[in-house]
């Protein structure tokens, strides 16, 4: 996914005639950060603003948890009860969006 947020078309453009590059640059040789929990996530990209799930558990826990963070969830999911995924939404309300 990409988004950019630019402060004018000038912007815009110079970051849309450079993407291609961003996309394809080789990460072979960048170090390696063995990331297991949100908290370390978070910890190292302070500027995200969004958390992706994929899940095939029937609950959702570090849904919750990334709120809390802060940070917007969007979800892929087989079997997170509706219940679930409406709580996660009602806790989210006007500031945080979840998509799921």
Known sequence: MVAVKAESQEALASVLED???????????????????????????????????????????????ALEHGLNVFLFSDNVPVDSEISLKKYAESVLLVMG
């Open 19 to 65: 993407i291609d590059r961003w996309l394809t640059i080789d990460l072979g040789s960048a170090p390696r950060h063995d990331i297991r929990t949100l908290d370390e996530a978070v910890a190292m990209q302070r500027h995200s603003n969004l958390a992706l799930f994929l899940s095939r558990a029937p609950m959702l826990p570090g849904g919750r948890k």
